[in-house]
């Protein structure tokens, strides 16, 4: 089994800036895909940014150019460094991972809120 553990969110201004972590532990030889999705109420859950395991990143064009994906060398944490963030921007940011041995794994979230 693979857990994953957020941390980062709370209330920020909009124009600031947040960073997410997720720590994964568990199970596993390798991490080989991680992203980020998020939910706002009353709206699917979105991705938001994922990154793989040769480092290809990707981030949905309503962030682009303010959002980064990236890991840590060991490459079992994965961070989200958001800045000019937006009201839009507002929701639960959850973690997704899949390892060499379990496909689907998810952390709890974090609540991101952007407001004056």
């Known amino acids: 089994q693979v857990q994953l553990v957020e941390s980062g969110g709370g209330l920020v201004q909009p124009g600031g800036s947040l960073r997410l972590s997720c720590v994964v532990s568990?199970?596993?030889?390798?991490?080989?895909?991680m992203a980020w999705y998020r939910q706002a109420p009353g709206k699917q859950r979105e991705l938001v940014a994922s990154?793989?395991?040769?480092?290809?990143?990707y981030c949905t064009n309503s962030v682009k150019g303010r959002f980064t994906i990236s890991r840590d060398n060991a490459k079992t944490t994965a961070y989200l460094q958001m800045n000019n963030l937006k009201p839009e921007d507002t929701a639960v940011y959850y973690c997704?991972?899949?390892?060499?041995?379990?496909?689907?794994?998810w952390g709890q979230g974090t609540q991101v809120t952007v407001s004056s």
């Open positions: 568990g199970s596993f030889d390798s991490i080989i895909y």
């Open positions: 990154i793989r395991s040769d480092d290809w990143t």
């Open positions: 997704f991972a899949n390892s060499d041995k379990t496909v689907g794994s």
